[in-house]
């Protein structure tokens, strides 16, 4: 079936969208891992995130893209998923290395410490 060029500006950036949307159960997915002691129940997990990653995809490629599997939109859902990797990656670092600053009280300044240690 063909369909018109302009379209694909618009499953392009759907396939940005469930990149990122993967990319944030993932995310779930190492936070519950980390939460539960159950090697069962993490493993479970990441089997259904993996299917769950793979319905997304071919569901947005069903509807979207009538069912044309294209490099261009693996490529792009694959982009995006690694690019919301690495922000939440950054942005979970940054957060622990401010609240652990704010703990230790590394933000004040010199002379404020100096004060409290005297």
């Given at each position: 079936?063909?369909?018109?060029t302009q379209t694909q500006i618009g499953v392009f950036f759907l396939f940005i969208l469930s990149g990122f949307l993967c990319g944030l159960i993932f995310d779930f997915q190492k936070i519950m891992k980390n939460k539960v002691k159950n090697k069962?129940?993490?493993n479970f997990l990441l089997i259904f995130c993996v299917f769950l990653s793979s319905f997304i995809y071919f569901?947005?490629?069903l509807i979207f893209n009538y069912g044309e599997l294209?490099?261009?939109?693996f490529i792009t859902f694959l982009l995006s998923f690694s690019i919301e990797k690495m922000i939440a990656q950054n942005i979970f670092a940054?957060?622990?290395?401010?609240c652990y600053n704010?703990?230790?009280g590394r933000g004040k300044k010199r002379k404020?410490?100096?004060?409290?240690e005297n």
């Open positions: 079936m063909l369909y018109e069962f129940f993490a569901f947005i490629n294209r490099l261009f939109s940054l957060t622990k290395k401010f704010i703990k230790h404020e410490r100096r004060k409290e």
